[in-house]
């Protein structure tokens, strides 16, 4: 089988989590600041805040921001269903926006019209969650502008789009945004193991979420309510949980880091070569636009809505590891409760019915995507 996406992991990798196993700390220790420290420089940030995976870095970015039961959190319907869930963790009511067609990111124009209509009738968000889909950067300066205008708070969901570029700046530095959140899943661009992380310029939104990453537990007395009782002592001043990243993984991120950028070339040679090996086939390619630079976490392609199960079956048949993404959040069963519909967001939904995600990943050598081509084009003949 070859798979969608999957790790790269290398000897540097091995020996490096090796030597972490044989150092005095396993867990909240020096490799969680060192990859922190790596993760910020890297995406040109104030901040890092590392945790166990990205679904609790968006947990934590709501909490931080103060989402609480009466807000309202927009996020894209074309997405997993935990860009929509952390705001429902903290009690918070979620709606979406469609996508746009080409990008199948956030479409700007209707949520500059879903905004409008949201003051009117003052039901506008406190979050927008805008997603990176697939690795290429949401328009970021559009849906900024539009947050300032209607005083909302953005989150990226760039799970899939570390190494990604907008307007020439690195995801995660957070020029149009509060916090952006990375996902270190296996078959992300890097790994480590499970994993994810907050980036923010804000001093207090950091301090806050790494706080909350530790059951809320402070050891700085100058957080504390009264004195304290002594170099042991630590207060539970916010209700936080363990969301913590251990040492193992920490040291694992930061040798993935390095790697990186060879990593993201050889995803892009890779996309290259499918554009030109698929360009006679009766398909719909991805595209990037001209201003940004996508991560290429993932290949999605486009097939006639009535074939695509056909395609998608006859693919795993043969081997090649295919998968959808995604079903559209509010199509979820729990979802449909709060009444959402089919029809409600017809550009993502129409985008489903013709979705298949190509195998792509590091290690991905050109004659198995010979061998995914050749199955395609069996599959669509």
């Not at 993502?348 to 004659?367: G, V």
């Amino acid at each position: 089988m070859i798979p969608y996406g999957r790790q790269s992991i290398d000897a540097g990798d091995c020996e490096t989590v090796l030597a972490t196993l044989r150092s005095d700390w396993l867990t909240q220790g020096p490799a969680i600041p060192a990859f922190e420290s790596a993760m910020a420089a890297y995406c040109h940030a104030r901040h890092a805040v590392a945790v166990c995976n990205a679904t609790a870095a968006l947990h934590l970015a709501c909490l931080a921001l103060d989402v609480g039961p009466g807000d309202r959190v927009w996020t894209s319907p074309n997405t997993f269903v935990a860009s929509a869930n952390c705001a429902r963790y903290c009690g918070a009511a979620v709606d979406f926006v469609d996508i746009d067609p080409v990008s199948l990111n956030m479409d700007t124009a209707a949520l500059a019209d879903k905004l409008a209509a949201a003051a009117r009738q003052n039901r506008l968000p406190k979050v927008i969650i805008p997603v990176h889909f697939a690795g290429q950067p949401c328009d970021m300066a559009a849906i900024g502008t539009l947050a300032k205008k209607y005083d909302c708070h953005v989150v990226e969901d760039a799970s899939h789009a570390i190494g990604a570029r907008y307007q020439g700046g690195p995801t995660g530095d957070c020029a149009h945004s509060d916090i952006t959140i990375f996902s270190f899943h296996p078959v992300k661009i890097i790994t480590t193991g499970e994993g994810g992380m907050a980036m923010t310029n804000n001093e207090a939104l950091a301090a806050r979420m790494a706080r909350l990453r530790t059951h809320g537990i402070t050891r700085d007395a100058a957080e504390m309510k009264g004195a304290s009782d002594g170099p042991w002592y630590y207060q539970q001043i916010d209700l936080g949980f363990n969301y913590r990243l251990t040492d193992l993984q920490a040291a694992l991120g930061s040798s993935q880091l390095q790697r990186l950028d060879s990593f993201l070339a050889r995803r892009r040679a890779l996309v290259e070569r499918y554009d030109r090996l698929l360009a006679d086939l009766p398909l719909t390619r991805p595209c990037c636009a001209a201003d940004r630079e996508s991560a290429w976490h993932l290949y999605p392609i486009q097939v006639a809505g009535d074939r695509r199960r056909s395609v998608f079956e006859r693919l795993r048949d043969e081997g090649i590891g295919v998968q959808v993404h995604y079903i559209p959040v509010h199509l979820q069963p729990d979802y449909r409760q709060f009444g959402f519909q089919p029809g409600d967001f017809p550009v993502a939904e129409a985008y489903y019915r013709r979705a298949i995600s190509l195998p792509l990943y590091a290690d991905l050598d050109f004659a198995q995507q010979d061998v995914v081509v050749a199955a395609l084009a069996r599959a669509l003949a």
